[in-house]
């Protein structure tokens, strides 16, 4: 598990790129055969990737967290952006096809990862994970893609007409803290969300997935009036602090897993930006 401390915004003027990478980027998700984690203190989120790659796979504990088991303190959302795969929770199996989430709460001691029986060259699975503290118990939860609460958003003229499926949310999934869904854009629009915002009351991280090999997501951060930007390719992740807006451009249209955790779970709880106050 890798460690990220928390960032200052008047850190961010002085940055390099690769100082900016290091900090809010995580390049390696998926790493077959391995559950790949990174632990930032921004509201002590940890997200990363489970790859079974064939073969089962446990989610461990780790040190940086201090628990015997890695859910004995935490919840968990997890979304398969990759072939059809199963979560085992304490010996109930669940399948998740590509697009699906699956909440677990804390106090789940047992965690397996597996690829189902391959289907039309479908590929393996690929579970994204986002966790953090959870104070309580809520259920397990399997939210297919067609069973999320949808929301339409954005306009074709304006480049960011996309479909948002909300599965972990005040009037869906429970959870303690976790807020999560998946937003793909339409055929021909590369905006992920304008005008852009904040929300000083949770870290926000994105997944973005479904990139060409070829095509990259400029993703801006930093405050609004002092914004930087990631270049992001297919399957990694951007850690965006509460201070930090989060919008991106593609050179084509993709997916994204976008969630968030901290002070509340309001979806709208957000400060927008117009486009004419960015610097």
Not at 123 to 141: I, N, V, W
Not at 251 to 265: C, K, L, P, R
Request: a negative charge; charged letters at 20%; aromatic letters at 8%.
């Amino acid at each position: 598990m890798e460690q990220r401390y928390a960032t200052h915004p008047a850190q961010v003027p002085g940055m390099t790129t690769s100082d900016l990478r290091e900090r809010f980027l995580v390049e390696d998700v998926f790493i077959p055969g391995e559950v790949s984690l990174t632990y930032t203190h921004h509201d002590r989120i940890v997200l990363g990737g489970a790859m079974p790659a064939g073969q089962e796979l446990p989610l461990p504990t780790f040190a940086e967290i201090r628990s015997d088991y890695f859910l004995e303190h935490r919840e968990v959302g997890i979304v398969n952006v990759g072939g059809t795969g199963t979560v085992s929770a304490d010996g109930a199996v669940h399948t998740l096809p590509k697009g699906a989430c699956l909440y677990l709460g804390r106090g789940v001691r047992d965690v397996v990862f597996a690829d189902a029986p391959a289907s039309d060259g479908e590929g393996g699975a690929q579970f994204y994970l986002f966790s953090a503290p959870a104070h309580t118990t809520f259920p397990t939860a399997l939210v297919l893609p067609e069973e999320a609460t949808v929301r339409e958003l954005g306009d074709q003229e304006t480049s960011n007409r996309r479909t948002l499926r909300q599965y972990i949310h005040e009037k869906g999934v429970q959870s303690c803290q976790v807020v999560m869904g998946v937003t793909t854009l339409h055929a021909g629009s590369m905006w992920n969300t304008m005008p852009a915002h904040t929300h000083d009351r949770r870290t926000e991280c994105y997944l973005y997935f479904d990139v060409p090999a070829d095509a990259r997501v400029i993703h801006l951060c930093g405050q609004p009036e002092e914004t930087r930007h990631l270049v992001v390719a297919d399957r990694q992740a951007v850690v965006s602090p509460s201070w930090s807006i989060h919008s991106g451009v593609g050179t084509a249209a993709y997916s994204f897993v976008w969630a968030m955790a901290g002070e509340n779970q309001a979806f709208d709880d957000m400060d927008a930006v117009p486009p004419t106050a960015l610097r």
